[in-house]
Nanobody
Framework: QVQLVESGGGLVQPGGSLRLSCAASGGTFSTYVMGWFRQAPGKEREFVAS????????SYADSVKGRFTLSRDNVKNTVFLQMNSLKPEDTAVYYC?????????????????WGQGTQVTVSS
């Protein structure tokens, strides 16, 4: 059983940056594909980014491509989502997810483990 704990959310002005972290425990971190999803009030949960076991391959939603960067540290059992040039439409609860797999996954139903989420608010 894998436990995921997100951190790093908060309030930031448009154009600002935040770095989210997701710390994993209880499993072999290097065997999991990791993903980030977000859910805004009244909207469905949507894919943000995913990264393979080794960290070599990443995939991003078009809405964040060029602004967000996903990376992982398999020694620290942590993934990082660096978010730059934030926009008000990025406001949401951000969730970290994990699945034992080989390729990036973009559908929420493909993930087995989820964190509790961290709030990101982009507002002036």
């Amino acid at each position: 059983q894998v436990q995921l704990v997100e951190s790093g959310g908060g309030l930031v002005q448009p154009g600002g940056s935040l770095r989210l972290s997701c710390a994993a425990s209880g499993g072999t971190f290097s065997t999991y594909v990791m993903g980030w999803f977000r859910q805004a009030p009244g909207k469905e949960r949507e894919f943000v980014a995913s990264i393979t076991r080794s960290g070599v391959v990443t995939s991003y939603a078009d809405s964040v491509k060029g602004r967000f960067t996903l990376s992982r540290d398999n020694v620290k059992n942590t993934v990082f989502l660096q978010m730059n040039s934030l926009k008000p439409e990025d406001t949401a609860v951000y969730y970290c997810a994990a699945v034992s797999d080989f390729t990036v996954r973009i559908a929420a139903r493909q993930y087995d483990y989820w964190g509790q989420g961290t709030q990101v608010t982009v507002s002036s």
